[in-house]
């Protein structure tokens, strides 16, 4: 018997709003082998199926979405899915939706914003900037947009245009924190040229319990670290910690009973296969945040033969495919647990077809996600044709560049000295495990051996990939073909390699005493 899709589809949204989502799944089920209801009815399903935590369905049903997309007319409803295929980590899949006629000829400045800002959150702003650009000539979009358009060019290294951009958002409304701290992140600052006053009138006008208050604290510690003035500067710190540790969550217990599951965590029999052949390779970058990632990657995005990825999502996204375990950006005990008799195999082509595009015919792409760390394993037995390379750092100076680093939506144990110590001493313990156990398979690079003898170290990091030697590597402009650095090491890094970011956590030494006592106590 037919239907009328369009009753069945009122039924079904008056169902689901009404708390029946089990009933309203069948009318959707119905609606999505009906032409023309394909996208919106699977868009549903795939949602519905996250909910329930059926991952691999609520990524099938995206797809099928995806599918019927080039057809589809509502840009609100594109713009939904392509959301949905970004969240669900199909990425490629939600690149080919922006491609559709709808989208490539809307002029709804909302609309076009949105993909912009999801763009940017993927690390993509040459594309993120084709929206946005598009958004602006069709209407001002006020102090957000201009903040979004300083955010792309930061990204792809157009700091005057950044600059301009961001003090524009300013004008329109002082108030901006997260544009407060980007321009002093920008550059370094100068007695004759800095930000320190209006950061403290910001500041006099914003309470502690706003949102976003720390991040103006974090930008005056900067300016007036940059100024030389120690004690100020640790005063603006320690209270912008204060305020945000705060904000976020961190479990402690749970930190510790996921690295001891990962230490325990026997070998498994369910290993990766033989390299595929016309795959490129990945390089996985790993380690703690501030600890040089990010130079590595631009040392290595400049041989001809690597395309840098940036810090990718694909390993946790397709492990969590795998397992079929809805959850967060993090690897957390439960999909650890669940990993423990997952398909390796499995989850080896599932990552190299999810990421093999981004090596733009390349025979190397790095992905450059410093928490992979806790994934070496699954790396290790998935991906035999992987290299990975650790880099290390003083232990130090990269507790103290972590401390003095705002993170947006990660590392929640980097607001307080002894919450970070316990973070890093559990993560040193967790990479000796893993070279004992996969022995050969990664290479420790010191971030004081790259910056002090970059030659030399460059030529070990060459060898162990198995890439010729190029003096191309060292160059100090990137290649012109590399992606845009999008982390919080993104002004730093298109310096020339120099050793000016070595001892600094020193001019603190007797603030950050806890630390160090916490580090000595544990024999790091």
């Known amino acids: ?75 609100a409803l594109l713009e939904a899915l392509t959301r949905q295929l970004f969240d669900l980590g199909e990425i490629e899949a ?24 999801m763009l940017l959150s993927q690390s993509l702003p040459l594309l993120a900037q084709r929206f946005l650009d598009r958004a602006q000539r069709v209407s001002d979009g006020g102090a957000p947009a201009d903040y979004l358009a300083g955010l792309a060019a930061f990204y792809k290294g157009e700091e005057a245009a950044a600059e301009l951009a961001w003090e524009a958002a300013l004008r329109r409304n002082a108030l901006m924190p997260a544009v407060h701290r980007l321009l002093s992140k920008l550059k370094r600052q100068t007695p004759a040229l800095n930000h320190v006053d209006r950061l403290r009138a910001a500041i006099a006008r914003l309470p502690d319990t706003h949102p976003e208050a ?57 290993s990766g296969g033989p390299p595929t ?28 033969q690597v395309q840098d990825a940036g810090e990718l999502r694909d390993l946790l996204c397709q492990l969590r495919w795998v397992c079929d375990r809805i959850g967060g950006p993090h690897l957390d005990e439960a999909l650890c647990a669940a990993a423990e008799v997952a398909d390796m195999a499995l989850l080896g082509r599932r990552y190299l077809e999810k990421t093999a595009w981004r090596a733009e015919g390349r025979a190397f792409f790095t992905d450059k996600m410093p928490t992979n760390f806790l994934l070496v394993d699954h790396i290790a037995r998935a991906l035999p044709q992987a290299r990975i390379l650790h880099m290390v750092r003083d232990p130090m100076e990269v507790c103290f560049s972590n401390l003095k680093e705002l993170f947006v939506d990660a590392y ?20 000796q495990h893993w070279h004992a156990r996969h022995p050969g398979r990664i290479l420790d690079i010191a971030y004081e051996d790259l910056v002090r003898a970059p030659e030399q170290t460059a030529h070990r990091v060459l060898d162990f990939c198995g890439l010729a030697w190029t003096p191309d590597v060292l160059a100090s402009a990137p290649r012109a073909s590399a992606v845009a650095v999008a982390t919080a090491s993104a002004a730093q890094v298109r310096e020339p390699i120099h050793t000016r970011y070595m001892g600094q956590w020193r001019r603190y030494a007797h603030h950050l005493q806890p630390l160090q006592a916490a580090l000595a106590d544990a024999g790091v």
């Open 1 to 75: 018997m037919s239907i009328d899709p369009l009753l069945a589809w009122r039924d079904a949204e008056h169902l689901l709003s009404s708390g029946q989502p089990g009933r309203a799944r069948e009318h959707y089920l119905e609606l999505v082998e009906i032409d023309g209801w394909q996208l919106p009815a699977a868009l549903r399903l795939s949602t519905l199926s996250a909910r329930s935590g059926r991952l691999r369905e609520a990524v099938a049903f995206a797809l099928r979405a995806a599918a019927s997309a080039k057809r589809e007319e509502d840009v």
């Open 94 to 117: 939600g690149l080919a939706c922006l491609r559709a006629h709808a989208l490539e000829a809307t002029s709804d400045p909302d609309v076009l914003r949105s993909l912009g800002q």
């Open 214 to 270: 720390a991040w103006l604290h974090y930008a005056l510690f900067k300016e007036l670290d940059d100024l030389g003035e120690v004690e100020s500067a640790w005063q603006a710190l320690s209270h912008g910690m204060r305020v945000r540790r705060r904000q976020v969550v961190h479990d402690m217990d749970a930190e510790a009973r996921l690295f001891e599951r990962l230490a325990r965590s026997p070998p498994s029999a369910l």
């Open 277 to 304: 052949l016309d795959a490129p390779t990945p390089v996985f970058i790993v380690g703690m945040p501030r600890s040089g990632t990010t130079l590595l990657e631009q040392v290595l995005a400049r041989h001809p």
């Open 412 to 431: 929640p144990h980097t607001y307080d000295q002894q919450e970070m110590a316990a973070h890093f001493i559990r993560y040193r313990r967790l990479m």
